[in-house]
């Protein structure tokens, strides 16, 4: 007979069912109404019952049948692991995957492939279905589980097979069915390999994938991520500028046509594609409540508009202040003007702008959130940073001080003998951040208090920074 664990309860909330329980953390949960519990899922949906029985091992080893009526309140229990089950790495070898492209020696959650369908509800990973079983697909239906995020790549079944390097890759596209016809929310994501999933490849991907919506919501597609660590791996060529154009000029065509039909643009172009096409961004309205934004899609238009509102009806302070600004290749121009947009407002701060040159990973790769310490510091020694350093937060491991390499804001601090302050995401926590330095202080402060989980140490396939 299998031996079943149960889940440990490792902390139980003030003024909670549980604490009236008598429950304490150390105590095992081992079934509800008699089933064992496979995940957090299978909890969640168990406990929103009016009423159930619960047994709990207590660390005595009583067993404790508890007959509760919660009237579907949350119990106030949490477990030793978030998911209440190991994390499913992938089975993939797919061709464009960035963590095959990372150098040895980095930290191991920085190797870990994720290709979990749970970890696509708790925290917006992507996944590629070829994890999933039937009974995967049952549970989501069941217990009206969305969105789920996919990541499609082609809807081609036999080139899906050889970008996954996986046989079952292509009958993987047929859950996409069964969650059609339950009425599951999903949303798709395309990487775009030259001359392999573009052209005509992609116009027939975008044509089925259509055909979903509106439950499929949305789909965007971004370009692969080369870094320089490819030896032996499937050769991959960078995009041009007349590439990104074609590409633009599809999804547009496709946007026009699904806003007719769903009033929505369905298929959405990353910044990247923009930038290389040296193009301006989609207007607000394109983006679908920015439904796409983990995937870099509108995010250049969003930091913009929020600098714009954060500046509006604003007048000079008549203070005066010089620091300076890190970021990537990719974002630099759209913060250049920014930063100047900033400064006309506020003419006594001088704002320093540099772009970092990803020397680590390789030119090709350009956003701010793969930028490491070690390349930070040796572009910036000798350079006029003024007062303070502001570096996105991105740049860090979420909860930590510290980047992908491993060098610590500290030792950059040290290395380049300033102050270093870590901003949030948005436009307006930017120009507070440039206005204010104690305001500055509190975001590099509560960046460190943020809850560190698995997703937020982890790259994408892509090489964005989960």
Request: aromatic content about 8%.
């Amino acid at each position: 007979m299998k031996k079943y664990n149960g889940h440990k309860i490792t902390a139980v909330a003030p003024g909670s069912i549980g604490e009236e329980l008598e429950l304490e953390p150390g105590d095992i949960l081992l079934t509800i109404d008699g089933e064992e519990i496979e995940d957090i899922f299978d909890y969640d949906y168990m406990t929103d019952s009016e009423s159930f029985v619960m047994v709990v091992r207590k660390q005595n080893g009583e067993e404790w049948e508890l007959e509760i009526e919660s009237g579907g309140e949350d119990l106030g229990l949490t477990f030793e692991n978030g998911l209440m089950s190991e994390y499913r790495s992938c089975r993939n070898k797919c061709i464009f995957c960035f963590i095959d492209q990372m150098p040895p020696g980095m930290r191991d959650t920085l190797y870990f492939k994720d290709d979990d369908s749970r970890l696509s509800f708790l925290q917006g990973n992507y996944i590629t279905l070829t994890n999933m079983s039937d009974q995967d697909i049952d549970r989501i239906i069941r217990f009206h589980l969305s969105p789920i995020n996919i990541s499609v790549q082609t809807m081609n079944p036999e080139l899906r097979c050889t970008m996954l390097n996986n046989r079952f890759a292509g009958d993987a596209l047929k859950k996409i069915d069964r969650l059609y016809e339950a009425g599951t929310e999903m949303n798709g994501q395309i990487v775009l390999c030259k001359g392999i999933n573009d052209g005509k490849e992609l116009e027939y991907s975008i044509e089925k994938l259509a055909a979903y919506a509106p439950h499929m919501q949305s789909v965007s597609v971004v370009p692969v991520g080369l870094s320089k660590f490819r030896d032996g791996l499937y050769p991959l060529e960078p995009f041009t500028k007349e590439d990104a154009c074609q590409v633009i000029d599809l999804i547009e065509s496709w946007q026009k046509k699904m806003y007719e039909q769903h009033r929505i643009h369905f298929i959405h172009a990353s910044d990247e594609w923009y930038i290389l096409a040296e193009r301006e961004l989609p207007e607000e309205e394109r983006y679908d409540g920015y439904i796409q934004l983990e995937n870099g899609v509108g995010m250049l238009r969003l930091l913009y508009e929020e600098v714009t509102d954060a500046l509006e009806g604003q007048t000079d302070d008549g203070e005066k202040e010089e620091l300076s600004i890190a970021t990537g290749y990719l974002p630099y121009p759209y913060l250049k003007r920014l930063t100047e947009k900033i400064s006309s407002v506020y003419p006594g701060r001088n704002i320093h702008l540099y772009p970092i040159r990803n020397d680590f990973f390789g030119e090709m790769i350009t956003v701010a959130g793969l930028v490491t310490g070690q390349d930070l510091i040796a572009q910036l020694k000798g350079k006029n940073l003024g007062d303070r350093l502001l570096l996105p937060a991105c740049m860090f491991k979420s909860g930590e001080e510290v980047f992908l390499d491993d060098v610590t804001k500290s030792g950059a601090e040290a290395a380049l003998q300033i102050p270093i302050n870590i901003v949030k995401s948005s436009g307006y926590d930017l120009v507070r951040a440039i206005l204010d330095p104690e305001e500055a202080a509190m975001q590099t402060a509560e960046h460190g208090a943020y809850e560190l989980t698995m997703k937020e140490t982890m790259l994408s396939e892509d090489g964005e920074v989960l």
